[in-house]
């Protein structure tokens, strides 16, 4: 077993640009990320479309280590919908 990193095992792709201190990400069965940033955000990417989404701002503390930290899908997301918040 080689220990060496082999690049082209691997590509990047840019899924969102200016995010405001993203804390934690959660990815739904049907391929769509969703993730918090620590001032209130919660978006969604959806890779049918492309397209990044504001869900909701939540009004939070963000000073020191608060704000809003984590984020986790219920584990029938994809028939309730339902996301769990850490703030």
Known sequence: VS?????TRFS???LAQDMNE??????????RV?????HGELKRYDPR???????????VRYRAEDGLM???LDPNFSQNGWIY???
Do not use: H
């Open 49 to 59: 479309t492309r397209q990044t989404k504001l869900i909701t701002k939540l009004k």
């Open 12 to 14: 990047v792709e840019v």
């Open 22 to 31: 993203p804390m934690e990400l959660a990815v739904a069965s049907d391929g």
């Open 70 to 72: 984590g984020i986790t």
């Open 85 to 87: 918040l850490y703030y």
């Open 3 to 7: 220990n060496s990193f082999d690049s």
């Open 34 to 38: 969703f993730w918090v940033e620590r």
